[in-house]
């Protein structure tokens, strides 16, 4: 489903950049490990040639000025290529940076992380306020296009990390960091929290969705709309379960009572490749292990042990599975 | 015998002929009747029982597990937060439309359990019910939390009683 994520597997312009200018040093390092390597070994096998022959002292003996020039121009060379290995390295790199910096465009959407321990809130923005939408834990991407990224923080100091777009950018908390990424390849990635934030650091992970273009505006759209309503006689005992219950005091499913700020939006949850922020695939049977006790999926996160009884959490499970 | 004893048999034999016997008003014996009918207006007043009601009870309080517990208090921190409860009492409890929750003055009491009630069952003008809305666990976790705000005021308050003599005395040293 996910593929591993990996900066070595580029699917945007800013990682496929970055993945070159890696190979380039890359291929570097192992020329200058190879030659170091090579010359260490050359220098014990002369040795121990010379060794047997010569004086075992050699301090007495005069160097003759042939033997001194050639030294001298081998270091001088080796000198030379290490300074222009630095400088090549040091523009490739130089130009690496300008050319991410530049991936801002005139047609950059905007849509804006924001890192909450242990999950992440996504805003879709819009300049008509009506149309900006919320959601959770899912970063979906227009292939081809370029991407504002706002990344703010809720609380303490996360890092947005998704290897196969880009860079790591630190989210922090009362200040608005931003990237700029263009996805070209559709597939679904892997972003991870690349900055220690508590207890679930590790499972603060997101699904990185690259749609094509079109394919991408159809899904936004239909994010939009409010929650399914749902004729099944368990979903119906479901929804209703979630207002009664302490659900509905922390997250919100638009188009019901449910009106709650503090976790995830769930009004299109179904569609979530996830639960619990890239722990678990959304399946049923793990969505039911999730609500019966997220304390022992997750332990510490802030989702309370709310103890439903067997009627309860079967119906929520029905409710939740039926949120297309 | 004694006379308090003698005084207790005299008021019973009163009151079963009251009870017994009040239509026909024919005591079987007529001078006990009276001698326990002038007892009892000599007395303190009319006694119905020898049973009475014990001392009030002392209260039971449950006791917050979470009281103390730096983790537990932050999450309360957040609960506070995300419930909104710094809308009516402000933010680090200062108060508002709703009182203060800093400060050393409760209405329903100050102990973790009637924070917990209050939270739990609401109170009347204006505190909403909780039940519901939040699980148990979340509700003593706020309770801590409200607790270590009046426990950090009260400490400062401590600590001004404990300088403000001492200024006395400076400032007493000083006229001197």
Sequence with gaps: ?324 | MTSSVMQRRARRVFFVCMIGALPTSACGDGTRAASGLADTTGGAGLRTSTLEAGPPLAEVLIPNAFEGDARQIAEGQRLYGWMNCAGCHGPKGGGGIGPPLADQDWIYGGESEHIFQAIMQGRPNGMPSYRGKLTEASAWRIAAYVRSLSEEQSGDSAQSTQQGPADQGAQQGNRQ
């Design chain 1, 1 to 324: 489903m996910m593929q591993v994520q990996s900066a070595l597997d580029p699917a945007g312009a800013g990682s496929a950049s970055i993945a070159s200018l890696w190979w380039f040093m890359f291929a570097i390092g192992t020329v200058v490990f190879i030659g170091v390597m090579v010359a260490t070994a050359w220098a014990f096998v002369r040795h121990r040639r010379a060794t047997p022959a010569a004086e075992p002292l050699a301090f007495d003996k005069r160097v003759d000025d042939a033997d001194d020039k050639r030294a001298s121009r081998v270091v001088g060379i080796a000198a030379a290529t290490t300074v222009a290995i630095l400088i090549v390295t040091f523009a490739l790199s130089l130009g690496t940076s300008r050319a991410n910096a530049r991936l801002a465009t005139e047609d950059g959407a905007e849509i804006e992380i924001v890192g909450v321990q242990w999950w992440w809130e996504v805003r879709y923005l819009d300049s008509l306020p009506s149309r900006v939408v919320r959601t959770a834990n899912e970063l979906h991407l227009p292939a081809g296009r370029s991407v504002r990224l706002k990344l703010r923080s809720r609380d303490v100091i996360h890092s947005f990390w998704a290897p196969n777009l880009h860079g790591k950018m630190d989210m922090i908390p009362g200040r608005e960091n931003t990237i700029w990424v263009r996805a070209d390849r559709p597939g679904t990635y892997r972003a991870q929290c690349a900055e220690f934030c508590g207890l679930q650091h590790t499972r603060m992970a997101m699904a990185v969705v690259i749609h094509e273009a079109p394919e991408y505006d159809a899904w936004l759209e239909s994010l939009r709309a409010p929650a399914r309503i749902q004729s099944d006689s368990l979903a119906i005992a479901g929804a209703a379960a979630f207002v009664r219950l302490p659900c509905a005091a922390c997250h919100m499913i638009r188009g019901t009572d449910a009106l709650g700020q503090a976790g995830p939006d769930l009004t299109h949850f179904a569609r979530r490749l996830t639960i619990a922020a890239g722990e678990l695939p959304n399946t049923p049977a793990n969505l039911s292990a999730w609500l019966a006790n997220p304390q022992a999926i997750k332990p510490g996160n802030h989702m309370p042990n709310v103890s439903l009884s067997p009627a309860d959490l079967s119906a929520l499970v029905a409710y939740l599975s039926g949120l297309q």
